[in-house]
């Protein structure tokens, strides 16, 4: 599967933005999906995840209340809305897909990556 994320740009403080993630190739309702985001010099930083019929959600404790991910397995496309953004969201946020099962919170579960969106927010 290709995934390739948009939807990324500059916001300010306490805005929002939703990325997309456009998945093409094999059926979509078969892979766990993903958000991850990454800041230079740092590890790459689990966001959200979710199964793959989207009936649980997961998500990192810093963006929780506050990002919300969803799908719509008829556009093959995932989605992470992002409300009340923060300086420190401020990342590359990438998409992941896994193969037949849910999403985790390790980069090394996922089989394959969107190209990242960049997310600035600014203070």
């Known amino acids: 599967v290709q995934l390739r994320a948009s939807g990324g740009g500059l916001v300010q403080a306490g805005g929002s933005l939703r990325l997309s993630c456009a998945a093409s190739g094999r059926t979509f309702s078969n892979y766990g999906m993903g958000w991850f985001r990454q800041v230079p010099g740092k590890e790459r930083e689990f966001v959200s995840a979710?199964?793959?019929?989207?009936?649980?959600?997961y998500y990192a404790d810093s963006v929780k209340g506050r990002f919300t991910i969803s799908r719509d397995n008829a556009k093959n496309t995932v989605y992470l809305q992002m409300n009340s953004l923060k300086p420190e969201d401020t990342a590359v946020y990438y998409c992941a897909a896994v193969w037949g099962k849910s999403g985790g919170y390790w980069p090394n579960e996922y089989d394959y990556w969107g190209q990242g969106t960049l997310v600035t927010v600014s203070s």
């Open positions: 979710m199964t793959l019929r989207g009936t649980s959600t």
